[in-house]
């Protein structure tokens, strides 16, 4: 019997038909039946939405799927990700997905034990969580916790354990009721099979709990709630609670049947893939002269901001892989370490001053010397990476995996006049950008302006370092009304990059140092931030002290 095709929440006008295989995973341990459902219910699912699937992966294969066991750690020599170039001989690694298959009550225990490490009861139940990881593993995932709470704690720990970054776990007790699919910077949506939903809807929910149907648009206001207050306890606060369900996160999507939920997996996993990394970056031949660099005033602005935005713990740690997992470098397949965050502000005349990319080194982000910033001068005509001037007399390390869109969203924005120290000049609307892993829970709409990204990118998102994410970066403030009419008095816009994190802007203020107007609106909470990062569609409602709030579910 055919089921009727759902309509699904709108897709990227950029997506292409892909290509998947499925490959055996850990040794020859029999597949959980959530897994054994996957598998019939997947290549289905491809074929329905157009895509092609293979029983052995070749070299037009773009995702990888293999099983995982749920809290049991499984040699790098039996993972895919590390493996199925050489064994299947493929110009390069696909996209690699570890499934996993968990009972529910399994993943609520797992979810206390997280909670547990996290409130410092560290007992016996939460070895699990560390089981094959490395020594520094515990710190490692603790800090992960204290950003996301026990849900990325223990979405890290599955991730080192099954030597595999993006992760779909399926729970379920017969069938597929839900599932969480994993990715690198820690996202986490949650799919959940209600059979209350029609079968000709399969609509995403917004965080609020809105029942479905109800307005999902990000920004939207609907209803007024009490004002938020800088001292509330975060996600990742680590107070233990002994109801393990009230950890899990609200449901991102909601779907009829388990088929439907596989068909929106099909359709994330479209997404990841039909895109391109753009950090191939060229370096200019002719380099900045050291002493023109030290009479610059945005590095020092720069260095001053990491202290700032340090103090006020806007920056999260950032996650190395050898602190989780002893694997070896294959630099095709994984960085050793993933930066959370980045900034950059406009030295007027001369170039966009960055930060470099936390891939090629760790450092820190609120202690910056000159070696940890990159100065930006343009875009690759293609498109695929930036423009870098190297600077004589410092090491030039490439530029933050975000560096095409912190430089190209200045281009449909207009110029301002400044008065900088050698004189007049037209310098972008945007003065400073911030990027972190962080959320926005509350801000004040007289002074600062939320430009939501397109309705897909709630549905679908994309990774960072990719075309697609700066495509909808750039989307997103060309429809800022704050920025493209430069005497609106809101100083400050900011947008969510779902399951990612935020991107805020500040322009140009006489008497202001770069970033300074950010740092000042957190501080009088026109700008509060929370530890949490929505994962799909959710709402802004009124408070009583007039900002808009972020319910965090």
Request: glycine share 8%; aromatic share 8%.
């Amino acid at each position: 019997m055919l089921r009727p095709v759902p309509s699904y929440a709108p897709h990227h006008a950029w997506v292409r038909p892909i290509e998947a295989a499925w490959v055996s995973g850990h040794g020859k341990a029999s597949r959980h039946q959530l897994v054994e459902r996957f598998i019939k219910l997947f290549p289905t699912a491809l074929f329905r939405l157009g895509h092609r699937y293979r029983e052995t992966p070749g070299p037009e294969t773009d995702i990888l799927l293999t099983e995982a066991p749920f809290l049991r750690p499984i040699g790098w020599r039996e993972a895919p990700l590390f493996t199925a170039r050489r064994r299947y001989r493929l110009p390069k690694t696909p996209t690699v997905v570890a499934v996993v298959g968990a009972d529910p009550d399994a993943w609520l225990a797992a979810l206390r034990a997280a909670d547990r490490l996290l409130a410092g009861r560290d007992e016996t139940e939460s070895a699990a969580l560390l089981a094959g990881l490395a020594p520094t593993a515990k710190e490692a995932l603790l800090a992960q916790g204290r950003r996301g709470g026990p849900v990325l704690l223990l979405e890290r720990a599955l991730q080192a354990q099954a030597k595999s970054i993006r992760l779909l776990l399926l729970l379920g007790r017969t069938t597929i009721e839900a599932a969480y699919v994993f990715d690198l910077v820690g996202a986490h949506p949650r799919l959940v099979v209600d059979p209350a939903v029609p079968a000709v809807e399969g609509a995403a929910l917004p965080e609020t709990g809105e029942p479905p149907g109800a307005p999902a648009a990000a920004g939207s206001a609907t209803r007024e709630t009490e004002p938020a207050t800088a001292g509330r306890p975060s996600a990742g606060a680590g107070h233990f609670r002994e109801d393990a369900a009230a950890l899990e996160p609200p449901p991102t999507a909601r779907f009829p049947d388990e088929a439907s939920l596989v068909e929106d997996v099909v359709r994330r996993l479209q997404a990841v893939v039909s895109t391109r990394e753009i950090t191939a970056h060229v370096t200019l031949d002719e380099p900045l002269p050291e002493d023109a660099w030290r009479r610059l005033t945005a590095p020092a602005a720069m260095r001053r901001a990491g202290l700032e935005f340090g103090w006020r713990g806007f920056f999260t740690e950032t996650i190395t892989i050898r602190s989780l997992v002893r694997v070896p470098a294959m630099s095709d397949a994984i960085a050793d370490q993933y930066s959370e965050g980045c900034y950059a502000t406009w030295e007027p005349g001369v170039g966009l001053v960055a930060t470099i990319t936390g891939s090629a080194r760790a450092f820190d982000k609120t202690a910056l010397s000159d070696d940890e910033l990159a100065l930006i001068v343009g875009v690759r005509p293609d498109g695929a990476g930036a423009v870098v001037r190297p600077v004589a007399g410092k090491r030039n390390d490439p530029p933050s995996s975000e560096a095409v869109e912190l430089f190209a969203m200045d281009a449909p924005l207009p110029k301002i006049r400044w008065s900088a120290p050698d004189g007049p000049r037209d310098v972008p609307v945007a003065r400073s950008k911030l990027h972190g892993h962080r959320g926005v829970r509350a801000f004040d709409p007289r002074r600062v302006e939320y430009v939501p990204m397109g309705a897909a990118y709630f549905h679908y998102p994309v990774s960072c370092s990719t075309e697609a994410q700066a495509l909808g970066i750039i989307e997103a403030f060309r429809r800022s009304e704050a920025l493209t009419r430069p005497d609106d008095p809101r100083m400050i816009a900011f947008t969510i990059i779902p399951g990612h994190g935020v991107l805020i802007v500040e322009k140009w203020a006489p008497g202001k140092a770069p970033f300074q107007l950010i740092w000042e609106a957190m501080d009088d909470g026109a700008l509060e931030i929370t530890p949490r990062v929505p994962q799909g569609p959710f709402q802004y409602v009124p408070a009583a002290d007039g900002r808009l709030v972020w319910p965090e579910g």
